[in-house]
C-alpha cells in the first residue's frame, strides 16, 4: 500500500503563532484528505485536495502531486486548533491510508 | 442529514465475549467503510462495502472478524471471541460512489476495551 510519512510529530505552539504541517506519500494518488481528530476521537473533515491550493479561514492546504507532498497552514492559531492532524491519502483501491499524524498543542 | 452515526459509542466487554457495532452512512452515500484505530496510531482501513457487496477485506480482518451490509444502508461489524488486542476504536465512513469527489466522511467511532 502506499506509505504515508507525516512531519513534525509534535508540535507546541503559542497561540497567535503560524505552523506547517508536512505529508509526504510513495505514490501517485487520486484522494488527499486532511483531518482535525478531536479528544473524543471524531475525524473532522478539513480539506479535500488531491491537488492544488485551498483555504478555509484560517487554515489552508497545498498539494504537490506531481513530488508527492500537502501542506497544511495554520495561522494565527488558536487554542482550539489543539489535536491531531492526519494526512490520509487513497490510490486506485478503495481505502484511505493514513499518516501517523501531528500532534498539535496549542499554547494561551 | 446529520452525518454518520456509530452505536454504541462505548462498549466494555469481557475477553472472549462478542460484540456487535452498527453503522449508519450518510443516507445518499452507498460506499461505507469500517477503520480500526489503536492509541497513538492513525485509523487502518479494515473493510470496504458498495451496495451491499463488501469488495475488500483487509489482512487485519482475521476470521473472528465478520461485516455485513445486508440492504445497502446500514452496516455491522461482529467481533467474535474478543481478544484484548481488539481493544481500539472502531470507525465508520462513507461516501458517494456517484462523484467525482470520493471525499470519505467519518463518524465518530465506537471504543472498544476487552478486559
Known amino acids: 500500500g502506499i506509505q504515508v510519512e507525516q512531519s513534525p510529530p509534535d508540535l507546541i505552539l503559542q497561540e497567535g503563532a503560524n505552523s506547517t504541517l508536512r505529508c509526504n506519500f510513495s505514490d501517485s494518488v487520486n484522494n488527499l484528505q486532511w483531518f482535525h481528530q478531536n479528544p473524543w476521537g471524531q475525524l473532522i473533515n478539513l480539506f479535500y485536495i488531491p491537488s492544488g491550493t485551498k483555504q478555509n479561514g484560517r487554515l489552508s492546504a497545498t498539494t504537490v502531486a506531481t513530488e508527492r507532498y500537502s501542506l497544511l497552514y495554520i495561522s494565527s492559531s488558536q487554542t482550539t486548533d489543539s489535536g491531531v492532524y492526519f494526512c490520509?491519502?487513497?490510490?486506485?483501491?478503495?481505502?484511505?491510508?493514513f499518516g501517523a499524524g501531528t500532534t498539535v498543542t496549542v499554547r494561551a | 442529514d446529520t452525518g454518520v452515526s456509530q452505536n454504541p459509542r462505548h462498549k466494555i466487554t469481557k475477553r472472549g465475549q462478542n460484540v456487535t457495532f452498527r453503522c449508519d452512512p450518510i443516507s445518499e452515500h452507498n460506499r461505507l467503510y469500517w477503520y480500526r484505530q489503536t492509541l497513538g496510531q492513525g485509523p487502518e482501513f479494515l473493510t470496504y462495502f458498495q451496495n451491499e457487496a463488501q469488495l475488500e477485506k483487509s489482512r487485519l480482518l482475521s476470521d473472528r472478524f465478520s461485516a455485513e451490509r445486508p440492504k445497502g444502508s446500514f452496516s455491522t461489524l461482529e467481533i467474535q471471541r474478543t481478544e484484548q488486542g481488539d481493544s481500539a476504536m472502531y470507525l465508520c465512513?462513507?461516501?458517494?460512489?456517484?462523484?467525482?469527489?470520493?471525499?470519505?466522511?467519518f463518524g465518530p467511532g465506537t471504543r472498544l476495551t476487552v478486559l
Open positions: 490520509a491519502v487513497k490510490g486506485a483501491d478503495y481505502k484511505l491510508s
Open positions: 465512513a462513507s461516501s458517494s460512489a456517484g462523484s467525482l469527489i470520493n471525499e470519505q466522511f
